[in-house]
């Protein structure tokens, strides 16, 4: 097995020493000992336990991946900036963001439905596999095997045509710097807000822009701190038929075929020549 380089004591003290704290107000900040701080920073604590892990993390907002992995040191200040705010490690998964899941009795993967009414609970216990199996789950046939599904009400029609009151099944996303602009998506967010189904593109400024199909919606941004999960659209449940396209729907079709087919002739002419 490969062996990684942990950079977590020379991290702890270079961190300390960039906020010009002594190691007696750090550890009071912390809450631990001066010795127990001294240990970390000489790197006689060479296995920290999750405690600590957690508690240094949130103090200099770092993730803990950064912590251990990542000579921060060598890392510019813009870039220092960059990960405490999370706009680069957190959309890539880089933190520790566990996808708790359940399976079936054959091993394979449910998809678990959150109603409307366990969206509150869903917060809290996204995490949590007892949670889950609380959840209702179910199979769908010909879902791809290489990714983690879910189903979500919606509600309104912020995202017209899709139907008011759809079932949006969606995968989930680890790496959010992979979804391309305007990535039709559910995003869950933190605390008393909803979750929402937008369109989703990633800024390198540490947000996301949220845009409705609908356009009498205004899009607006949120922090990835808001954030706790990004499912991208697979497809939609409805029990409403969509509506017939209306002529002008029709007309502006047709001129895109003729587009298209100018534009097929226009290639094939320039090729011969």
Not at 66 to 95: A, C, N, P, R
Request: with cysteine; hydrophobic share 35%; aromatic share 10%.
């Amino acid at each position: 097995m490969k062996n990684h380089a942990i950079y977590w004591s020379v991290n702890i003290k270079f961190l300390r020493s960039r906020r010009k704290l002594s190691q007696e107000a750090l550890a009071e900040k912390l809450g631990i000992s001066r010795v127990k701080l001294n240990a970390h920073e000489s790197g006689r604590t060479s296995n920290p336990g999750i405690d600590d892990l957690i508690n240094f993390s949130e103090f200099f907002r770092m993730s803990i991946d950064s912590l251990l992995k990542i000579d921060l040191s060598k890392l510019s200040e813009q870039k220092l900036t960059d990960l405490e705010v999370g706009s680069e490690l957190f959309m890539k998964g880089g933190q520790i963001r566990v996808l708790a899941i359940t399976v079936d009795k054959e091993d394979q993967e449910n998809v678990e439905y959150v109603p409307v009414k366990a969206k509150a609970g869903y917060r809290a216990g996204y995490s949590d596999p007892e949670f889950l199996a609380t959840l209702p789950k179910f199979n769908l046939p010909n879902l791809p095997k290489n990714g983690t599904f879910r189903m979500f009400p919606t509600q309104g029609d912020s995202m017209l045509p899709i139907p008011e009151g759809s079932d949006i099944i969606a995968r989930y996303v680890q790496d959010w710097t992979s979804l391309k602009r305007e990535t039709p998506c559910i995003v869950i967010l933190r605390g008393e807000q909803d979750f929402v189904f937008k369109q989703v593109t990633v800024h390198d400024n540490g947000t996301l822009l949220l845009q409705s199909f609908n356009k009498q919606y205004f899009a607006y941004t949120v922090p990835v701190s808001e954030v706790l999960e990004v499912w991208e659209y697979y497809s939609f449940h409805s029990k409403s038929l969509p509506e017939p396209q209306t002529d002008l729907q029709v007309l502006l079709k047709m001129l895109q075929e003729m587009k298209t087919e100018i534009g097929q002739l226009k290639e094939g002419k320039s090729l011969k020549g």
